[in-house]
């Protein structure tokens, strides 16, 4: 069974501020990987995904996440924090290639200090 | 173009009741999920479609749940003597095609509370 764990509920990084979300999963298969967010009343919004091509995976707003085998980790980063990137973030992962539905870790609060 | 629409946006019910949940996914696309979000909680997968079919309802939690697709466009999730541990917010997503390389686009969600 796959599983996801996104360590910290909250994080908060002032503005201009080195963003990171951690997340580690659990697959039996070599999974493919997806960060979503989720802004105040709206949608999920694909940020990025790795499906086995390049382990430093590029998405939009300026977000990358390198996939570790060694250390089952996707973790998410940002250089520089906006304040438009307070959000809630989704790790998720699949076996199935999609197919069969995904799953999601617990989520991260990311709160932005001005 | 329009995205993944669902309604209500919120709908508040008894303990007991019957509720129905609509989905009209982006035109064209064959997939169809459904998940179910819990208050601090991420996404849990329900079901999914391709096409009319569902394809795996593994994440139904009991027999109260089913979803429906008959022309494999709209989708309705259907919940029989609701519960008050029912209440989370329902989230509908369609892409292109099964499989990853296909984008799950979501909808805003349908608020379900369960008094």
């Known amino acids: 069974a796959q599983s996801v764990t996104q360590l910290g509920s909250h994080v908060s990084v002032s503005e201009g501020a080195l963003v990171l979300l951690r997340c580690n999963y659990s697959?039996?298969?070599?999974?493919?990987l997806f960060w979503y967010v989720q802004y105040p009343n709206q949608g999920l919004q694909l940020l990025l995904k790795?499906?086995?091509?390049?382990?430093l995976v590029k998405g939009i707003n300026g977000f990358e996440a390198e996939f570790k085998k060694s250390e089952t980790s996707f973790h998410l980063t940002k250089p520089s924090a906006h304040m438009s990137d307070a959000a809630e973030y989704f790790c998720?992962?699949?076996?199935?290639?999609?197919?069969?539905?995904?799953?999601f870790g617990k989520g991260t609060h990311l709160i932005i200090q001005p | 173009g329009a995205g993944v629409s669902q309604t209500p946006s919120n709908k508040v019910t008894e303990k007991g009741k019957y509720v129905e949940l609509r989905c009209d996914p982006i035109?064209?696309?064959?997939?169809l999920y459904w998940y179910r979000q819990s208050l601090g909680q991420g996404p849990e997968f329900l079901i999914y479609?391709?096409?009319?079919?569902?394809?795996?309802d593994s994440g139904l939690p009991n027999d109260r749940f089913f979803a429906v697709r008959p022309e494999g466009s709209v989708s309705t999730l259907k919940i029989q003597r609701t519960e008050r541990g029912d209440s989370a917010v329902y989230l509908c997503?369609?892409?292109?095609?099964?499989?990853?390389?296909?984008?799950?686009?979501f909808g805003p969600g349908t608020r379900l509370t369960v008094l």
């Open positions: 997503a369609s892409s292109l095609d099964t499989g990853a390389l296909n984008e799950q686009f």
């Open positions: 035109s064209g696309h064959t997939a």
């Open positions: 479609f391709q096409g009319t079919g569902a394809a795996d």
């Open positions: 697959s039996s298969v070599p999974p493919y």
């Open positions: 790795y499906t086995s091509a390049a382990t």
């Open positions: 998720a992962v699949s076996e199935g290639g999609g197919a069969d539905g995904l799953t």
